[in-house]
């Protein structure tokens, strides 16, 4: 997944909704984005105590350390695609977004029926689903989109262009879920087998 995100930095063309306020927090202080999403999973789980409160548990706390690993990969996916010039051509730009978002896909095609605790951001959409009585689908569009917006205006006010929020951001919303579904056709009563679980995504 750190590798689909750190490409989708390398194309330049957005990258996707849930790591846009990182993204944010990198353009427009200057700070690593790996370091960046380890604040923003901090903020996130806090968050997620002040929602739920006594009905926190504290087992979700591990979302912490989990994000400090996931930031500290992200950093490293970062330096391995500076070794790399970035790219001029429009086509290949798009073509690196593409690619960036089969490795987000993968990764969550992975690691989500382990049933193992999630990424802070992840763990924000199950409180939200459960505070609000919503579907868990119709949380995650109404938090992508806000999240968006919030790195879209933030950007605009504080840089005046759209940084963390381009095109990319857009099909990334959109191909994921699709690439997903894929995978989980394709490879996944095979992935099961292997990890010994039967839920599906």
Known sequence: MTLGVAISVKSDLGVTPISSIPYT??????????LATMLFSVAVVLLQIVML???????????????VVFGLFLTACGKLMNIFPDPQNAV??????????????FGVFLYVPTGFVPLAPEGFLVAA?????????????????????????TCLIAIKFLGSVGVGTIV??????????????????????????????
């Open 25 to 34: 927090m990198t353009v427009v202080t200057g700070m690593e984005l790996g």
């Open 53 to 67: 409160r006594k009905d926190y548990k504290p087992v979700n706390l591990l979302q912490i350390p989990i994000g």
């Open 92 to 105: 290949l730009k798009f073509a690196l977004m593409l690619f960036s978002t089969v490795f987000v896909a």
């Open 129 to 153: 689903s459960k505070l609000t009585k919503l579907k868990f689908g119709t949380v995650k569009v109404i938090c992508d989109v806000a999240m968006v917006i919030i790195s879209l205006v």
């Open 172 to 201: 990334a919303a959109i191909l994921v879920g699709t690439e997903v579904k894929l995978f989980t056709k394709w490879f996944g009563e095979k992935r099961d087998r292997f990890i010994g679980v039967k839920e599906k995504i």
